[in-house]
């Protein structure tokens, strides 16, 4: 059975980071490109990053770059997701996600698992 366990959610100040983990169990973690996404209250789920298999290759929402940055550790099954220069905004429950092939992609429906979420909340 596929797990995915994020941690690392909190309060932030604007201007502040944050951390995000999201470890995984269950799959063979190097054969899944992997994913953030976030939801804030009365919003549909929102892209935030992506990170292929290798890592070699990362995509982000226009949002975020330049301020979050997407990592994985695939001999420790996880994937990161470093948030610098946090907004208001950026407030959101974030999930993780994995996906199987090798295309890019930026929509929810083309990931197979997710992780149940963290609470980031950044306080002005």
């Known amino acids: 059975q596929v797990h995915l366990v994020e941690s690392g959610g909190g309060l932030a100040q604007a201007g502040g980071s944050l951390g995000l983990s999201c470890a995984a169990s269950?799959?063979?973690?190097?054969?899944?490109?992997m994913g953030w996404f976030r939801q804030a209250p009365g919003t549909e789920r929102e892209f935030v990053a992506y990170?292929?298999?290798?890592?070699?290759?990362?995509l982000y929402a226009d949002s975020v770059k330049g301020r979050f940055t997407i990592s994985r550790d695939n001999i420790k099954n996880t994937v990161y997701l470093q948030m610098n220069n946090l907004k208001p905004e950026d407030t959101a429950v974030y999930c993780c996600?994995?996906?199987?092939?090798?295309?890019?992609?930026?929509?929810?429906?083309?990931?197979?698992?997710w992780g149940q979420g963290t609470q980031v909340t950044v306080s002005s």
């Open positions: 996600a994995a996906k199987r092939g090798i295309v890019t992609t930026r929509s929810s429906s083309d990931y197979n698992y």
């Open positions: 269950g799959l063979t973690f190097s054969n899944y490109a």
């Open positions: 990170v292929s298999r290798s890592g070699g290759t990362t």
